[in-house]
């Protein structure tokens, strides 16, 4: 979404020094990929400083950085600046000032999700997030048009980065949620404020940081607890950690499954070689065929969520089938 240095820096409560009225054309927290008129946010992070790299970005072109602290030079030997129209060197573009720069992007990047208003799916899980949410975002692209997370951009980082990158065209958002430690999910939530979540498994992953297994589903759980209205929660019913998610929940839950009892439930799989996999989802109105072009039960517990997904979104059964046929 493109807003103003003055809109954004009002958004991040920052000190803006520079013109106000320049309009920003995109996002970034690297000054490697970074292109010219985007936002350049100096993160501070486990391996680099951002700041270390604020007069290379600005030299590419930056419409403006996003600062926390006074500005350091460049690693390496200085670019030369390319002189502009306007007499100022193409490095000498804007700064705005915060306290912290992460925080300037989650806020920023609510403040864009708010603005737009659209409905924002949230998927996480230990396995099968991405491809859920890739096939979810398939299917919704059959009758929405979608903001869908690129790869595996599921961090407090990479997730702002995506909202901000959304357009007022877009009117649902499917949005990945990963975590390696208790709160970084709630943390999510209160950034995307997700009104839908997708939780596919719960898995001895990340076991360095927690416990057990129950805490990394008190991790997961956080999506659905973070839910906001009209709160739906898609649940794999095979999984007795995400099941017993629904325990206390105040929204609409809707379960899906291969094994177990699930309101989508999987009825047959049969395995077709190279040409994927074929199954049958049954369903509160009857039965429905799917072949999907990917192998194993996992890929069609992944394919049965975003069909749930499509359903309660009305997406016409003939084109979610088509959706799943060209994932």
């Known amino acids: 979404m493109n807003l103003s240095l003055e809109e954004i820096s009002q958004a991040v409560d920052g000190v803006l020094e520079g013109p106000g009225h320049v309009n920003v054309r995109g996002y970034s927290i690297d000054s490697r990929t970074i292109n010219a008129g985007e936002l350049f946010f100096a993160i501070k992070g486990p391996r680099f400083d951002g700041h270390e790299f604020v007069a290379q970005a600005l030299q590419k072109g ?36 915060v306290t912290s720069t992460l925080e300037a ?15 924002i799916i949230g998927v996480t899980g230990s396995a099968g997030k ?5 096939m979810t975002a398939a299917v919704l692209g059959k009758k929405f048009t979608v ?49 839908e979540g997708v939780v596919t498994n719960v898995n001895p992953v990340h076991l360095e940081f927690f416990k057990s297994i129950d805490e990394i589903a008190e991790a997961k759980a956080e999506l659905i607890e973070g839910l906001h209205e009209p709160k739906v929660a898609y649940l794999n019913n095979d999984d007795p950690r995400v099941r017993a998610m629904a325990r206390n929940f105040a929204g609409k839950v809707i379960t899906y499954g291969v094994k177990s009892v699930a309101r989508f439930k999987v ?44 359903v309660t979104h009305e997406v016409p059964w003939e084109q979610i089938r088509e959706a799943i046929s060209q994932i």
């Open 62 to 97: 930056a419409a403006a950085a996003v600062v926390e602290e006074e500005l350091r030079p460049s690693p390496g030997p200085p670019a030369a600046a390319s002189p502009s129209p306007s007499g100022r060197g193409q490095g000498e573009g804007s700064i705005i000032r």
């Open 105 to 119: 992007l989650q806020t920023l990047a609510l403040t864009v999700r708010r603005r737009l208003g659209m409905t």
């Open 130 to 134: 991405t491809t859920t949410k890739e």
């Open 147 to 195: 903001l869908r997370s690129a790869g595996n951009l599921n961090n407090e980082f990479g997730m702002p980065l995506c909202l901000l990158r959304a357009e007022r065209y877009q009117n649902i958002g499917v949005l990945e949620m990963g975590m390696s430690a208790k709160g970084e999910i709630r943390r999510l939530a209160l950034i995307a404020e997700p009104n």
């Open 267 to 310: 009825q047959q799989i049969q395995d077709l070689g190279i040409e994927g996999t074929a199954f049958t989802v049954h369903h509160g109105q009857g039965d429905a065929h799917f072949v999907l072009p990917l192998l194993g039960q996992h890929n069609v517990a992944n394919a049965i969520a975003a069909i749930a997904v499509g």
